[in-house]
């Protein structure tokens, strides 16, 4: 037997370590997966995407006799009671409103029908204005320089009516 190891008998102490350890790593496992499973679920950002709601970021603009912006902060005013808006972005001129919005993540899946909607919604409640109603980040991004050219009172009729064309211009092209 020079080539045997002598294997100690398993006594009650070793087995009953052997079994804690494995419950150990399943209890550790279990954790694990309950708060991989609960930190993904689809409804754990339902408190933040209501308090967000709350929040809708849109600036009002300036509505003096040089640069009258009542309709568009009427229009954001509108759109800003929508769950699924974040931010909205408005520029109107005489004849045209160009509005642009932000969709919550999870619902940007449905950008069609939620562009679809408003857009029907806003020429109801203008319909003497040629309006527009985009979802794409250049849109808000332009309308958002104008808004502060506008609040910064840096920017004439004339202008505004230039840039909403081009901004229109830029809403076809994509499209």
Do not use: W
Not at 24 to 49: D, E, H, Q, R, T
Not at 153 to 173: A, C, G, P, R, V
């Amino acid at each position: 037997m020079r080539g045997c190891v002598r294997q100690q008998p398993r006594t009650y102490i070793s087995v009953k370590k052997k079994v804690i350890n494995i419950n150990v790593k399943k209890l550790i496992l279990y954790f694990g997966l309950m708060l991989f499973l609960f930190g993904c679920s689809p409804n754990s950002n339902s408190n933040s995407a209501k308090n967000d709601v709350q929040d809708v970021e849109y600036t009002k603009i300036a509505n003096n006799s040089f640069v009258n912006q009542q309709k568009a902060n009427k229009a954001k005013k509108i759109l800003s009671k929508h769950d699924e808006i974040t931010a909205i972005k408005a520029v109107n001129s005489d004849e045209t409103l160009v509005v642009a919005i932000e969709v919550h993540q999870n619902k940007r899946f449905q950008l069609a029908a939620i562009r679809k909607k408003y857009a029907k919604e806003l020429k109801e409640e203008f319909p003497k204005l040629h309006t527009e109603l985009s979802t794409d980040k250049k849109i808000i991004f332009e309308l958002n320089r104008l808004e502060r050219q506008i609040k910064a009172k840096e920017i004439s009729n004339k202008q505004i009516k230039k840039e909403l064309k081009h901004i229109t211009k830029l809403m076809k092209e994509q499209t």
